[in-house]
């Protein structure tokens, strides 16, 4: 089991850095909060930065809350697999039941929480649930399925 904390930093900004694939401004984190073998908590303040490299017309819409999810899930696999193992890349091969219950992020004041939960998986494919909610309410959720080194599985033919 990995440790958790209640009102605690595991890992900062820079930690995530480098351990994701995600750099610079792409990298939507600030910290993690609470980890364990099957799911992951992170905070965020990066959907206030007018420089947010996914913002749109000035604005953050809640579909890129999926973003926030997905680098949470990453950050999961990376701590799963410890310092000695090279992170493997991940691809999120769909997205479903996603539910958006505001229009936008970047009109939100305080930091956006994001929680990622592995449900099932194996060795190269996962599927995890995620929500983002801001100050206890939720603002989107749905599910992911991650395929890992997805140039390493065997080529399928119809």
């Not at 799911?39 to 990066?46: E, G, M």
């Amino acid at each position: 089991m990995l440790g958790s904390a209640a009102a605690g930093v595991i890992l900062d900004h820079a930690g995530i850095a480098a351990r994701i694939p995600h750099q610079g401004e792409m990298c939507l984190l600030a910290a993690v909060v609470a980890c364990s073998d099957s799911a992951i908590d992170c905070i965020a303040d990066s959907h206030r930065d007018p420089a947010n490299p996914l913002r749109a017309d000035g604005r953050l819409g809640a579909a890129t809350g999926i973003e926030y999810a997905a680098q949470a899930m990453a950050v999961h696999g990376a701590l799963l697999a410890g310092q000695a193992d090279a992170p493997r890349q991940g691809y999120l091969t769909s997205v479903r039941s996603v539910r958006l219950l505001v229009e936008r992020l970047d009109d939100l004041p305080q930091m956006l929480e994001i929680h990622a939960e592995r449900l099932s998986g194996d060795a190269n494919h996962i599927l995890y649930q995620f929500a983002l909610s801001h100050a206890g309410q939720l603002l989107l959720d749905g599910r992911a399925a991650v395929v890992l080194d997805a140039e390493a599985l065997p080529e399928t033919r119809p």
